[in-house]
């Protein structure tokens, strides 16, 4: 073997590193340049479209273009084969092409390293101390091979950066990276996020976190609850789904069809699901108190969605206006369905505290039955573990009406004194205590005269 074939033989090679070098660390850099399909196309473009360039215009096949390639010319000459020739002299050019490529290619690769880490402080700092090892060395082998060796000082330089740090990027990527879907998210591109979701679950089908955002695009954006009610259901129906996720997943579809549908039926059934498929634990015993929380019916969930009339804390100087003035204006009709809702969610849970509130404050302010009324306060007040603020927003209340509608001075009076008395950090507390000093001075003005 000649020098000039071991010299072929070994840019042949050297051309085939380069190029497995390129590939694998492009295609294994977690969302770089669209994969294999994106390194063919880099490939082709950066070392294939200059061999054939340069091959067409040296070998003389264009037409009227002189053969530029002594080893070509020489061939020709003699009368010998010139193919030969041209290989030999085509894999030369290859060698350099390729790494120039492969240099371009690696200052690529490290500027979206740099894009990608999640410090690029740190990055800046260990590429310059990477640099002030490497650099000199990449400097030596400039010198030594001369302006045709500077792909190969390019790639002394920046291959051992983009080994490490790469490596450190595939190790921390966990999993499929929806981070394209989210961005076409907020830019409201829901069927390109679809399909990015999709795409990333083809890497990773069992991914728990993949399928809830494809359920809940369809059931936020695409306004198709049925196809995300049957995405959550065949999800948490695979094996090895862990009861956390079985939880989470149902709850959540629970909320969608409240939210969206307002449809207490099937946000119910997405509940009991729970209970079916993870008897006796935690989750399930979650799951049924939230069943008894739930509207039995769409029309009790409208009803609570209603706006509620705001009742600030403190007892003002209307309390002693015409009651009947005060009284709400809402039909006569609706006042009497809101009851009849409210009294079956009290058959089914006595211990409704929002629905018994509702109910005294019908009773009181619409119905004009004071005692009644009252009698609901008190179940209320009397309820264990209530926080103290709505004990003492209960009591005042309470006082207001003993004043507004009984005109039970006494009676609102000792009210007033234990609202001081068990809860005197509220503001029901404060507004007792300067109605007290108002009756006070209204009974010692009443005395004086």
């Known amino acids: 073997m000649t020098s000039s074939d071991l010299a072929t033989g070994n840019a042949l090679v050297m051309s085939a590193a380069f190029l497995m070098l390129g590939y694998h660390y ?9 994969g294999r399909r994106g390194f063919v196309a880099w490939a082709g473009k950066g070392l294939l479209v200059p061999l054939l360039a340069w091959i067409a215009i040296n070998s003389g096949l264009l037409p009227g273009m002189p053969v530029l390639s002594s080893e070509v010319a020489a061939a020709l000459a003699q009368g010998k084969g010139w193919l030969g020739a041209l290989a030999t002299s085509s894999i030369l050019v290859l060698f350099l092409i390729s790494s120039c490529w492969a240099a371009i290619t ?11 880490v999640p410090d690029r402080r740190e990055f800046d700092r260990y590429f ?12 030596f082998v400039f010198l030594v091979a001369g302006a045709p060796g500077w792909g190969i000082a ?8 983009v080994h490490l740090r790469s490596s450190m990027l595939v190790t921390t990527a966990s999993g499929p990276n929806y981070s394209p879907a989210v961005a076409r998210l907020k830019f409201g591109k829901y069927k390109d996020a679809e399909m990015e979701i999709i795409s990333e679950l083809e890497k990773c089908e069992d991914d728990f976190e993949g399928w809830v955002m494809l359920a809940d695009l369809y059931a936020n954006h695409f306004n198709d609850l049925p196809e995300a009610d049957r995405t959550i259901r065949e999800l948490c129906t695979q094996p090895n789904v862990p009861g956390v996720h079985i939880s989470l997943a149902f709850h959540r579809l629970a909320d ?9 039926d099937n946000a119910r059934n997405a509940l009991e699901a729970i209970v079916l498929l993870l008897p006796g634990t935690h989750f399930a015993r979650m799951a049924k108190l939230r069943i008894d929380q739930l509207p039995a019916t769409r029309e009790d969930l409208l009803d609570q969605r209603k706006p509620r009339i705001l009742r600030l804390p403190a007892l003002g100087d209307a309390l002693d206006d015409d009651a009947r003035n005060e009284r709400p204006t809402v039909s006569l009709t609706e006042a009497r369905a809101q009851a009849d809702r409210l009294v079956e969610r009290l058959k089914r849970n006595p211990n409704d505290v929002e629905a018994r509130e509702s109910f ?3 009773l009181g302010e619409q119905f004009e039955k004071t005692d009644l009324a009252l009698e609901q306060l008190n179940l209320l007040i009397g309820m264990p573990d209530q926080p103290a603020s709505k004990r003492a927003e209960w009591l005042a209340l309470v006082a207001a009406w003993q004043i507004k509608y009984r005109h039970d001075a006494v009676a609102a009076k000792a009210l007033l004194e234990r609202i001081v008395r068990e809860f005197p950090q509220t503001p029901q507390a ?20």
Not at 26 to 34: Q, Y
Not at 154 to 161: E, G, R, S
């Open 26 to 34: 492009w295609v294994n850099l977690p969302g770089f340049g669209g």
């Open 106 to 116: 690696f200052v690529c690769l490290t500027l979206a390293i740099a894009q990608m």
């Open 360 to 362: 005294a404050i019908l």
């Open 430 to 449: 404060l507004a007792a205590r300067r109605r007290l000093e108002l009756m006070e001075t209204e009974r010692m003005i009443h005395r004086a005269g």
């Open 128 to 139: 310059l101390f990477c640099s002030l090892l490497l650099v000199p060395v990449a400097a």
């Open 256 to 264: 969608w069809h409240l939210k969206l549908a307002a449809d207490p």
């Open 154 to 161: 390019m790639m002394v330089w920046l291959a051992p950066i």
